[in-house]
């Protein structure tokens, strides 16, 4: 279940960044090297980030981030073994801001980090 969830995130993540114009927007952008136990938490950016700068008035965008909001993505995202652990993780306002794409990367790349985990 969580692999078809997280394969349909991925499918409304290509529909949104093709019919993005603007790739050049700047916003808050969680690393690339997300430790296992701060992957919710940068989901949590990612999801306050596309609500913040695109709202969920097109039809992708409300697509994915109810997709994102997701109880299956969010245990298909959960990586970390402990509860307490989750401390040390960035705020979204700590994140640098990077260009639109790079988000949209960044937001694909862990979503596909959760894939191979559950295959």
């Known amino acids: ?14 529909m ?6 603007n790739t050049e927007l700047m916003m808050n952008t969680p690393p690339k090297d997300i430790e296992d ?4 938490t940068a989901l949590t950016c990612f999801r306050e980030t596309l609500l913040q700068h695109f709202g969920i008035s097109g039809k ?7 997709s994102l909001n997701h ?3 969010i245990s298909g995202l959960n990586f970390c073994n402990t509860e ?22 960044r937001l694909e790349s862990l979503v596909q980090r959760g894939l191979s985990r559950i295959n």
Do not use: G, I
């Open 1 to 14: 279940m969580e692999r078809k969830k997280l394969q349909e995130v991925l499918r409304e993540l290509k």
């Open 16 to 21: 949104l960044k093709r019919d993005f114009p």
């Open 37 to 40: 136990c701060c992957c919710l």
């Open 60 to 66: 992708y965008q409300k697509k994915l981030y109810k």
């Open 71 to 73: 109880t299956l993505t």
């Open 84 to 105: 307490t652990s989750t401390t040390n993780c960035s705020t979204c306002h700590s994140h640098p801001k990077e260009k639109a794409s790079e988000f949209f990367n």
